[in-house]
């Protein structure tokens, strides 16, 4: 009766050499018990692999698309060679590398006589662009041409003529062109591209209008002011832009012919025909008092140097300037101008002329001339507009030979308009636009970190961006995709990685 039972238990302390013989080890039990945690740390890291992998190979595909674009400018042309990657439901990134400009002086509007000649001016930029575009990409990099205030002041045939020779230049340059890429853009379009520029550039293009910044740009042959107003405003006035999900209503005007330098020398007309007076000097027969020009400066070799205190109506002076700088008379003159043609105003708000300006809002940026002449005073990016008069009061009464001696590496042309900028900057800032002496929310600028305030950057962001609403750039888009969430594909495969090595460590047989 006993052995059965004994061969019961040897047949059960035989089953395992059985089970041996049929080729499952201990190893294999042990192998298996492996294999779950053991997967989970392999899937880890092949899904941050391939992320990663696929972030790097569609870089490098879609990364170093070019484009061109050229501002052709009142006081010179300049080429800007850009750098990106194609945007996608955003803005385009861009790639600071390639990215690059240079300019060239006269602007086209000089070429008015000769416009054969505005095209002869292009070859040095194109030559610029070819140094920096691989040339297998030439065919395939857009290049546009968009003039400004230079262009708009002209007439619009010769206008018209000058544009016609420069496409011709730029249909043989080997770039992507086509005719209606060269063309004069409006000043409110200009205003935009700049404001577009500027809030790129502070990361805040695509959110709340609150959270933006206005920008005004003094330039040589006009201004323009463009932010989102805290009012309404008449249609005409009104530009819609839509970014992302928000669309912003915006305020922007073009000033033309109140530039810096095309103002300054409206200006020397207006006193030399005796229609605007600053002083009762100014009524001498003969001879116009320059308030914004300083004292001593020599108009021509055919000019003597007049003394002030010598100055009567008995000597005929023919019509001659006479430089005797004067900051507040100066500022005066500038806010006459200013107001020039404010008597047809149909507005309520006629702050420049007989165009509407609603009130300031918000946080501001000055840039272009704004910048150069707070720079030239060394003055600091918010520095007050009282700091401005008191620098200009002093270089204006300074005698132009002491200038000379201080400022010698100065080009004189640039030297002798310093005065009258500062007095203009502060007749438009605070006695046309009601911005305080001491108000904090305007910053004089050109750049934010690394990128330039330059409407040609707002105006590529714009066209960039439309042309990827129309045909969207997959490998923009996986981009894009994978590095908007990189962080939390970086958590997950931390997460997974920690999670294998937990039930490794849970699964391990420990030696007794």
């Not at 129309?470 to 490998?475: A, K, L, Q, T």
Request: charged share 20%.
């Amino acid at each position: 009766m006993r052995r059965p039972n004994a061969q019961a238990q040897a047949s059960r302390r035989n089953r395992p050499h059985e089970m041996l013989s049929q080729g499952v080890s201990s190893h294999s039990i042990n192998k298996y018990s492996w294999c779950f945690p053991g997967c989970i740390v392999s899937a880890a890291f092949a899904f941050f692999a391939a992320a990663s992998g696929l972030l790097y190979l569609s870089s490098f595909s879609s990364a170093h698309k070019f484009d061109v674009i050229i501002d052709a400018g009142s006081t010179g042309t300049r080429i800007h060679v850009f750098g990106c990657i194609s945007a996608w439901g955003g803005m385009p990134v861009i790639d600071h590398g390639p990215t690059a400009s240079m300019k060239v002086s006269p602007g086209l509007s000089a070429f008015a006589n000769n416009p054969a000649k505005a095209a002869q001016s292009l070859t040095e930029l194109l030559e610029f662009v070819r140094e920096r575009v691989p040339k297998n990409r030439w065919g395939e990099t857009n290049i546009r041409l968009m003039a400004t205030a230079g262009l708009r002041s002209l007439d619009g045939d010769l206008a018209e003529r000058i544009l016609e020779y420069c496409r011709s230049a730029l249909r043989a340059s080997g770039f992507e062109f086509q005719d209606d890429w060269a063309s004069v853009i409006s000043g409110a379009d200009e205003g935009v591209y700049a404001w577009v520029a500027a809030n790129y550039a502070l990361g805040t293009l695509g959110k709340e209008a609150h959270e933006t910044t206005g920008i005004i740009e003094l330039g040589g042959a006009s201004v323009q002011i463009t932010f989102v107003p805290g009012e309404p405003i008449p249609p005409e006035f009104s530009l819609a832009l839509k970014f992302g999900q928000v669309i912003y209503n915006l305020y922007s005007h073009s000033f033309l012919h109140l530039g810096q330098n095309t103002a300054h020398d409206y200006l020397q007309k207006l006193l030399g025909s005796s229609k605007l007076k600053t002083s009762p000097e100014s009524l001498l027969e003969g001879v116009y008092i320059d308030p914004c020009t300083p004292k001593g400066y020599l108009y021509g070799v055919e000019h003597r140097r007049i003394s002030y205190d010598v100055l009567n109506t008995n000597i005929d002076y023919s019509r001659t300037p006479h430089a005797f700088g004067n900051f507040s008379e100066c500022r005066y003159a500038a806010l006459m101008l200013l107001q020039k043609e404010k008597d047809r105003c149909s507005y309520e708000n006629c702050r420049i002329g007989s165009a509407f300006v609603p009130k300031l809002h918000g946080k501001l940026i000055a840039t272009e001339n704004f910048f150069h002449t707070s720079k030239f005073f060394g003055l600091g990016p918010s520095s007050f507009i009282s700091d401005l008069i008191l620098a200009g009061e002093q270089f204006c009464e300074e005698d132009w030979s002491e200038l000379r001696r201080k400022y010698h590496a100065v080009e004189e042309e640039d030297l002798l308009r310093y005065c009258f900028s500062s007095a203009y900057i502060v007749a438009l800032l605070h006695d046309i636009l009601g911005i305080a002496t001491n108000d904090t929310r305007v910053v004089f600028a050109n750049q934010v970190g690394e990128v330039p305030l330059d409407w040609a950057l707002g105006a590529f962001i714009v066209q960039k961006t439309a042309e990827a609403a129309v045909h969207p750039d997959w490998n923009a888009v996986i981009i894009l995709a994978i590095r908007s969430h990189l962080r939390s594909i970086f958590v997950f495969a931390a997460f997974l990685t920690f999670l294998g090595w937990f039930a490794l460590n849970r699964r391990r047989p420990q030696l007794k």
